[in-house]
Nanobody, 123 residues
Framework: VKLVPSWGGSVQVGGSLELSCVAPEHIFTMSGMGWYRQTSASQRPWERELVSTIDTDGVTYYRNSVKGRFTIVRDNEANTVYLRMTDLKPDDTATYFC??????????????WGQGTQVTVFS
């Protein structure tokens, strides 16, 4: 399974950035889609921090630290999930991973991962 994320980038504190990720149709249509992030290269996949998810019905979840700043959107026509990030803070600096979880459990297991994309927030 190949999930293809967009490039991340570097942005100043308070700035905005949008990540996107395209998944194969047969995965996208049956899976909750989400974003994790990792701040240490030593973290294992199941240790990554869950940032936001959206299920096939459009129900969303956000971790507390990003509520009101991040928006997750899924485009069912394009098999794409977006993470729109605003008011970025230094603590948002991480490698971001898009993910598909057919079981919509978000334990970090049984998840299809995209390649990580680096987001750096500088002051």
């Amino acid at each position: 399974v190949k999930l293809v994320p967009s490039w991340g980038g570097s942005v100043q504190v308070g700035g905005s950035l949008e990540l996107s990720c395209v998944a194969p149709e047969h995965i996208f249509t049956m899976s909750g889609m989400g974003w994790y992030r990792q701040t240490s290269a030593s973290q294992r996949p199941w240790e990554r921090e869950l940032v936001s998810t959206i299920d096939t019905d459009g129900v969303t979840y956000y971790r507390n630290s990003v509520k009101g700043r991040f928006t997750i959107v899924r485009d069912n026509e394009a098999n794409t999930v977006y993470l729109r990030m605003t008011d970025l803070k230094p603590d948002d600096t991480a490698t971001y991973f898009c993910a598909a979880d057919p079981a919509d459990q978000w334990t970090g297991f049984g998840v299809a991962w995209g390649q990580g994309t680096q987001v750096t927030v500088f002051s």
